[in-house]
């Protein structure tokens, strides 16, 4: 589950949500040298022919074009939220990359989640509902952890009596 809560006082819980990585480095390590490898068969048979020169560049721009495309996605992958649950206060820090900082706050015994099962951006949508607004937590995440992630939020937001 690509979230987790923690217990960062008696009276303070976090719960920290971040897109799954399903390619960690050394797997995209193992990926472009593969990549690389296997596009240098048909390069290592033209050796001493000018036509290696012709095939060389192609090889590098496929294995550059691989890692630029792998390093943007973890890039993209490096978005987090942060919702922190105190004593009487319900607090949802979302940080993108390149991106400014958004953050919403409200009474914690007024916050509800909410699950749009259609109609949203993905199917099983959960947003949080408080203080006049209404903003989404989680939707980077798969359908079946965003239906626990509701599950767990409506659980923690009824206050510490309720564990």
């Known amino acids: ?15 920290r949500l971040w897109p799954h990585n399903s390619l960690p480095p050394r797997g995209a390590m193992i990926v472009i040298l593969s990549v690389f490898t296997f596009g240098l068969i048909p390069v ?3 050796l001493g022919s000018i036509v290696l ?14 890692w630029l495309a792998i390093q943007t ?37 007024w916050a509800r989640p909410e699950m749009h099962e259609t109609g949203g951006p993905v199917p099983h949508y959960v947003t949080l509902i408080g203080a006049g607004r209404e903003v989404e ?26 564990q």
């Open 1 to 15: 589950m690509p979230y987790q809560w923690n217990h960062t006082s008696d009276t303070e819980q976090e719960l």
């Open 44 to 46: 290592l048979a033209m």
């Open 53 to 66: 020169w012709g095939l060389l560049p192609f090889l590098l721009l496929t294995v550059l074009g691989l």
């Open 73 to 109: 996605n973890y890039r993209a992958r490096s978005a987090v939220e942060v919702l922190t649950l105190s004593g009487s206060q319900a607090r949802l820090v979302h940080q993108s990359p390149g991106k400014q900082r958004q953050e919403w706050s409200c009474n914690r015994y």
């Open 137 to 162: 937590i989680g939707a980077f995440l798969s359908e079946d952890e965003r239906i626990t992630l509701y599950d767990d939020l409506i659980a923690k937001l009824r206050g510490p009596a309720a």
